[in-house]
T-cell receptor, first 114, second 118 residues
Framework: AQTVTQSQPEMSVQEAETVTLSCTYD???????LFWYKQPPSRQMILVIR??????QNATENRFSVNFQKAAKSFSLKISDSQLGDTAMYFC???????????FGKGTLLTVNP | DAGVTQSPTHLIKTRGQQVTLRCSPK?????VSWYQQALGQGPQFIFQ???????QRGNFPDRFSGHQFPNYSSELNVNALLLGDSALYLC?????????????????FGPGTRLTVT
């Protein structure tokens, strides 16, 4: 069974600084997808960034980028120029390529301080 | 374009009762998944519906059942409610492409239904 581990329950960062959230996963599959979702206090789960395992290039979306290390089964999220609106729970999630079930980590609560 | 919608927003039930939660997928999506998110935890997969049938199921008891209608909307039913069923229930929809090249794998989430069992 796939597992996703987020080892940082809480993190904080000053506005405009950079922060990195960690995620590791365990799978025997070769074809899979990885996601970072953001869940603000309003609780709507929003996709931040997606990475296909077959792509070597790390995904980027504006201020958000990932460091995907397939051999190490590591998928960290870097947030640059942090903004107050980035304050939220961040979940790392795994999807096997032939499956339909998202497996989530326990989340990291990120607080951006003014 | 409406995203995923869920109703009701909040619900309070008593142990032993039954509850039905509803979800309408994003326009153009035909697949609906349900997740249970306990307080302080990540969402746990309950099941997924496609073409009005349960396609995949997580580790949840038979008290959890569902249904998908021809318009792709879905219901989650929970019987014989337990205190431990108190959680945020999330619905997610995804597009009709099949896994493979070009498949995004992305699931779009609704705002959730907060269920409290007393």
């Amino acid at each position: 069974a796939q597992t996703v581990t987020q080892s940082q329950p809480e993190m904080s960062v000053q506005e405009a600084e950079t922060v990195t959230l960690s995620c590791t996963y365990d799978t025997s599959e070769n074809n899979y997808y990885l996601f970072w979702y953001k869940q603000p206090p309003s609780r709507q789960m929003i996709l931040v960034i997606r990475q296909e395992a077959y792509k070597q290039q790390n995904a980027t979306e504006n201020r958000f980028s990932v460091n995907f290390q397939k051999a190490a089964k590591s998928f960290s999220l870097k947030i640059s120029d942090s903004q107050l609106g980035d304050t939220a729970m961040y979940f790392c999630a795994f999807l096997e390529g032939s499956n339909y079930k998202l497996t989530f980590g326990k989340g990291t609560l990120l607080t951006v301080n003014p | 374009d409406a995203g995923v919608t869920q109703s009701p927003t909040h619900l309070i039930k008593t142990r032993g009762q039954q509850v039905t939660l509803r979800c309408s997928p994003k326009s153009g999506h035909d697949t609906v998944s349900w997740y249970q998110q306990a307080l302080g935890q990540g969402p746990q997969f309950i099941f997924q519906y496609y073409e009005e049938e349960e396609r995949q199921r997580g580790n949840f008891p038979d008290r959890f059942s569902g249904h998908q209608f021809p318009n792709y909307s879905s219901e989650l039913n929970v019987n014989a409610l337990l205190l431990g069923d108190s959680a945020l229930y999330l619905c997610a929809s995804s597009d009709p492409t099949v896994p493979g090249q070009g498949w995004s794998g992305e699931q779009y989430f609704g705002p959730g239904t907060r269920l409290t069992v007393t």
